[in-house]
């Protein structure tokens, strides 16, 4: 599974700390359950979804009584589901165009009141830890007839990220309806932590 950042730990913890005694979490995607361990440790129960069949079955074959579901993030249909949402460690490979279908459809899996966690990954240094320049990488992608927009790298092998700047990240996130409670700048990614907000009526 490979080590838990000390920032993703930390959230992850005050996540939990927000999510009512029992509860269950979504984990989306879920990958092969690598936070499940923790979250089940804490007495909260967890679900999961990813459009990675292999992972999925790696998932269940380590935790056989979680429930999971062939889904990818722009398929999440749940509403007011859960009383925790996660999304680790997974917003990077979404295209700038699915940005707010994805939170939307996060927002409204989480109960009124639930408390959400997103990770956003930041564009890493370069070779000699200098500043990152993700116009390089953008120009690059461009002059081999790549149709991306700033912030996106897209490499020769057709590997793919999206970089938002912490601006446009807290603006669709909001936007969402998702209330942010703090932003974490740590181990390479923003870690947003907000909740659904409590409305009347």
């Excluded at 690598?34 to 804490?42: E, G, Q, V």
């Excluded at 707010?100 to 070779?127: C, F, M």
């Excluded at 703090?182 to 907000?194: E, F, K």
């Amino acid at each position: 599974w490979g080590a838990i950042a000390p920032s993703h730990a930390t959230m992850l913890d005050r996540l939990l700390a927000a999510t009512m005694a029992g509860g269950e979490v979504l984990d989306a995607p879920c990958g092969t359950g690598k936070y499940w361990p923790t979250i089940l440790a804490s007495g909260r129960r967890v679900a999961g979804i990813d459009q990675s069949a292999g992972m999925l079955e790696q998932a269940a074959r380590r935790f056989p009584d979680v429930p999971v579901r062939h889904l990818a993030l722009q398929e999440l249909d749940d509403h007011e589901g859960f009383d925790a949402v996660v999304c680790i460690d997974a917003l990077e490979m979404v295209g700038p165009e699915d940005w707010r279908d994805v939170l939307w459809r996060l927002r409204n899996t989480a109960r009124p009141g639930a408390p959400i966690w997103l990770t956003v990954e930041q564009y890493p240094p370069g070779p000699d830890g200098d500043e990152p320049d993700l116009e390089v990488a953008f120009l690059a992608a461009r002059a081999r007839g790549a149709p991306v927009v700033p912030g996106e790298d897209l490499t020769e092998d057709g590997g793919y990220h999206y970089f938002p700047d912490r601006g446009q990240v807290v603006a669709w996130v909001t936007g969402a309806g998702i209330a942010i409670d703090d932003i974490l700048d740590a181990d390479a990614y923003l870690h947003v932590l907000g909740h659904r907000p409590v409305t009347a009526g």
